[in-house]
């Protein structure tokens, strides 16, 4: 996890089970999570934005707004999954969670938009395919979120300043569903 403005640090925590661990900013610091079940990460004190991804096991992870943050979560299933979630509205935040199950991705406090693609289990903006995968994306500025990995599904929804959401998989569909100021909600899959 990079979080510019304090001061460069360095956390790598591979494998282990319950644990909560609060890092309020430092800044150019580097955050490696690998391997591990019923963690607790959370990350506030920069704006008000606040990312769950509760998965891999009932991991929680929570960042609220800042700029530069870069979290990666690989290898937790049998099947790999990128999820690259940037959020320019603060700086560059980059999100990638490859290969797990009961993913649940939250990120509100920004605007008021709230997009719900559900597909394969039980999901609510789901990009569904990690199986029981929650996603909640409540509007914000320039705010771009690729999910790639399903089949040919993309979902864009550029609103409230310059946010796009894209959800490449699952076939060839495609919704717009503008309302916030430009917003546009694309996707491409299932079927037609």
Do not use: C, R, W
């Amino acid at each position: 996890m990079s979080l510019p403005g304090f001061a460069p640090e360095a956390h790598t925590m591979p494998g282990f089970a319950p644990g909560t661990h609060i890092l309020p900013g430092f800044a150019q610091g580097t955050y490696t999570v690998l391997g591990f079940a019923q963690e607790t990460h959370t990350v506030p004190g920069f704006a008000q934005e606040t990312h769950t991804v509760p998965g891999f096991a009932q991991e929680t992870h929570t960042v609220p707004g800042f700029a530069q943050e870069t979290h990666t979560v690989p290898d937790f299933a049998q099947e790999t999954h990128t999820v690259t979630h940037t959020l320019p509205g603060f700086a560059q935040e980059t999100h990638t969670v490859q290969g797990f199950a009961q993913e649940t991705h939250t990120v509100p406090g920004f605007a008021q938009e709230t997009q719900t693609v559900p597909g394969f289990a039980q999901e609510t903006h789901t990009m569904p395919g990690f199986a029981q995968e929650t996603h909640t994306v409540p509007g914000f500025a320039q705010e771009t979120h690729t999910v790639p990995g399903f089949a040919q599904e993309t979902h864009t929804m550029p609103g409230f300043a310059q946010e796009t959401h894209t959800v490449p998989g699952f076939a060839q569909e495609t919704h717009v569903m503008p309302g916030f100021a430009k917003e546009t909600h694309t996707v491409s899959g299932f079927a037609q």
